[in-house]
């Protein structure tokens, strides 16, 4: 069975997780969710541990008993992390090499794995010069992204910065991990 990690950060796109995660469990996908303190501001984690039957990841020193180091256990034995979505802000980090909070220090974990980024954000941001410089950095380092489309946003613009089709996401994974 094929695992992947699907971390969500905090945009209004969060709600839009529980589709992809359900989506990929129905396909027989074991999926690890990791969610940024915001993501949970969005959508709760006890949406994604009912969908995907598994513990949803939010503090990186939570007291639990693992006989490993649960960042870096859960790094190695995943096929793909897909980030959907994926906010400017966890772009940036991704890009400085920051890593101070479960998801970005499981991303920085990652060795020879792929890594597939969903941003979602407001045109602005998205097109400000500083994430597209943040975006081609990381596309150097080999991670992937799924271009956001063009839609009316949460925020009454239109614009490129809506996450992309959840289709086209899990289409992304499954191509990605061979389970297409």
């Given at each position: 069975m094929k695992e992947i990690i699907l971390g969500i950060t905090g945009s209004i796109a969060a709600y839009k997780a529980a589709d992809i995660a359900n989506q990929l469990t129905k396909s027989n996908i074991l999926v690890h969710t990791i969610m940024t303190d915001s993501a949970t501001?969005?959508?709760?984690?006890?949406?994604?541990?009912?969908?995907?039957?598994?513990?949803?990841?939010?503090?990186?020193?939570?007291?639990?008993?693992?006989?490993?180091?649960?960042?870096?256990?859960?790094?190695?034995?995943?096929?793909?992390?897909?980030?959907?979505?994926?906010?400017?802000?966890m772009i940036g980090k991704l890009a400085s090499g920051i890593a101070d909070d479960m998801l970005s220090t499981v991303v920085m974990a990652i060795k020879n794995k792929p890594i597939i980024i969903c941003p979602a954000m407001n045109t602005a941001m998205y097109e400000n010069p500083i994430t597209q410089d943040n975006i081609r950095k990381l596309m150097t380092y080999g991670y992937e992204f799924v271009e956001p489309k063009e839609s009316l946003l949460a925020c009454g613009d239109t614009g490129k910065g809506a996450l992309a089709d959840i289709d086209i996401i899990i289409k992304a994974v499954k191509d990605t991990i061979g389970e297409a």
């Amino acid at each position: 069975m094929k695992e992947i990690i699907l971390g969500i950060t905090g945009s209004i796109a969060a709600y839009k997780a529980a589709d992809i995660a359900n989506q990929l469990t129905k396909s027989n996908i074991l999926v690890h969710t990791i969610m940024t303190d915001s993501a949970t501001k969005f959508i709760t984690p006890l949406t994604l541990q009912t969908l995907t039957k598994n513990k949803v990841y939010t503090d990186m020193f939570e007291e639990i008993y693992y006989p490993d180091v649960r960042h870096i256990s859960l790094a190695q034995k995943t096929d793909c992390c897909v980030i959907a979505p994926a906010t400017a802000n966890m772009i940036g980090k991704l890009a400085s090499g920051i890593a101070d909070d479960m998801l970005s220090t499981v991303v920085m974990a990652i060795k020879n794995k792929p890594i597939i980024i969903c941003p979602a954000m407001n045109t602005a941001m998205y097109e400000n010069p500083i994430t597209q410089d943040n975006i081609r950095k990381l596309m150097t380092y080999g991670y992937e992204f799924v271009e956001p489309k063009e839609s009316l946003l949460a925020c009454g613009d239109t614009g490129k910065g809506a996450l992309a089709d959840i289709d086209i996401i899990i289409k992304a994974v499954k191509d990605t991990i061979g389970e297409a």
